[in-house]
């Protein structure tokens, strides 16, 4: 499994940026595929996930009414929509896919910065 992020970019506070996820591989081993990220000096926190063959999405409290993830089959992609940036939303995004036998595949990140 390879994932390829894309979609980062430079913002000003209340804009929008979309943030893509490309993955290759069986999708009959995707269980789900979800968007964490790491700013300077602080830990990677999760941001959102989508299961793949159910659509069922969750979302971190801090991005909630402000983030959509949304999956397009026929591409094997995730999107993450994010409106309403705040500068605590800069960091670096990073996709993460867990397969159905457990394993954790992580691509580059990509970084987001809102300015205020």
């Known amino acids: 499994v390879q994932l390829q992020a894309s979609g980062g970019g430079l913002v000003q506070a209340g804009g929008s940026l979309r943030l893509s996820c490309a993955a290759s591989?069986?999708?009959?081993?995707?269980?789900?595929i979800g968007w964490w990220r790491q700013a300077p000096g602080k830990e990677r926190e999760f941001v959102a996930s989508?299961?793949?063959?159910?659509?069922?999405?969750y979302y971190a409290n801090s991005v909630k009414g402000r983030f959509t993830i949304s999956r397009d089959v026929a591409k094997n992609a995730v999107n993450l929509q994010m409106n309403s940036l705040k500068p605590e939303d800069t960091a670096d995004y990073y996709c993460?896919?867990?397969?159905?036998?457990?394993?954790?595949?992580w691509g580059k990140g990509t970084q987001v910065t809102v300015s205020s």
């Open positions: 993460k896919l867990r397969a159905t036998n457990g394993a954790n595949y």
């Open positions: 591989g069986r999708t009959s081993s995707f269980y789900a």
């Open positions: 989508i299961d793949w063959s159910a659509g069922t999405t």
